[in-house]
């Protein structure tokens, strides 16, 4: 399935890492290895659950202090394909039951390069703002024409 | 991940309203008192004191009392919230997508103890 990418909501992050598909794949997939990348020191992050089948529970949790743990991602797995490609989301929990909130669904894909493996992460986000609103407001376009019509909304009475 | 959409449901939030988004529309021609702005609306000041106070802590206007008198100014920090989310996110991938290779290289190297 190809990701429709709508350019005021989504990010695309590429990298060429010079390892081997397998090495990314596998440090991705061991939750030991995970904790070791995913979020910025000081913070820390623990693996709960990465159950990685679809469906499957991916939970984990974030420390400012490495000492006090609070929730970061409650999600499960929408697609796991071995060495090629990881795809979750927030929109759904453990067993695809619709999560409270959602914010973010992450394609990760895994190519063979030349040079190592060409690794993408594409972020595909919610529009924040709920439907009513933006029809209440006349909003259409996604985030930058918010901004714009926001910004116009009150300067025109300047 | 979560407090940018909580922060920015709140900015959104505080649009939905029409009383609220009026208020904005006057502060956009610059500084009010709450009397001025309140004056439109057939409304009870305690309803119209709600309204000015979510507008405060949802960020959209700062408000300062002057002896008697509590003037209202727009704050631009909503737009903000909203324009820098999308880069901040961008950020936050981007530093996952680094260490990640920084991970992956150097464990190449040197096998893990």
Redesign the interface.
Known sequence: MTTSIHP??D?T?S?I???PRS??WN??TDPA?FE???V?APEACRVQDMDLRPGGSFRTEISQDGVGFG???TGCFLAVDELERIVFT?ALVVGWRPAE?S??TAVITMKDHPDGTE?T?T?L??D???RD?HE??GFHDG?GT??RQ??E?????? | MAQYPALLDGVFQALADPTRRSVLGRLGAGPASIGELAAPFDMALPSFMKHIRYLETTGWIRTRKTGRVRTCTLERTSFDVIETWLSEQRSVWEGRTDRLERFVTTTQKEPPE
């Open positions: 005021e909501l990010l992050v990298r890492i010079e390892a090495a990314v440090a991705w290895s070791q990348w995913w910025p929730p970061h991602i927030d909130a914010f973010v690794y992460a972020a986000h919610r924040i703002a709920d609103q209440q407001l985030w918010v901004t926001l910004a909304l009150v300067e025109s009475r300047a």
